[in-house]
């Protein structure tokens, strides 16, 4: 099954920032929208952004709205999830997923590919 890979994870210190990064290997995924979730441990899986096939809208939760921007490189099949000012509730398994309409959303079972996650650590 096609699989999206996560990267850029890490443990940083509040205040931090870090850019993950989710690339499609041998799949194209280019009309697609991409999608960024996350889930610390007991919680349930929140949305964090989306982006559009072409770009063009971009979504965002309300905890990450100023801080977090989502962008991708369509030539190299990548998204990216540029984070600033962390913060230790900002802590989590950072999951990417392709959505097929192309429209984006907020939902995670409008989603179809996920990768295995990318693990963010935020310490005070």
């Known amino acids: 099954q096609a699989q999206l890979v996560e990267s850029g994870g890490g443990v940083v210190q509040a205040g931090d920032s870090l850019t993950l990064s989710c690339a499609a290997p041998g799949v194209t995924f280019s009309d697609y929208s991409r999608g960024w979730f996350r889930q610390a441990p007991g919680k349930e899986r929140e949305f964090v952004a989306a982006i559009s096939w072409r770009g063009r809208n971009t979504y965002y939760g309300d905890r990450v709205k100023g801080r977090f921007t989502v962008s991708r490189d369509i030539s190299k099949n990548t998204a990216y999830l540029q984070m600033n000012n962390l913060q230790p509730d900002d802590t989590g398994v950072y999951y990417c997923?392709?959505?097929?309409?192309?429209?984006?959303?907020?939902?995670?079972?409008?989603?179809?590919?996920w990768g295995r996650g990318t693990q963010v650590t935020v310490s005070s």
């Open positions: 997923a392709a959505e097929t309409s192309g429209l984006g959303s907020t939902n995670h079972w409008d989603y179809a590919y």
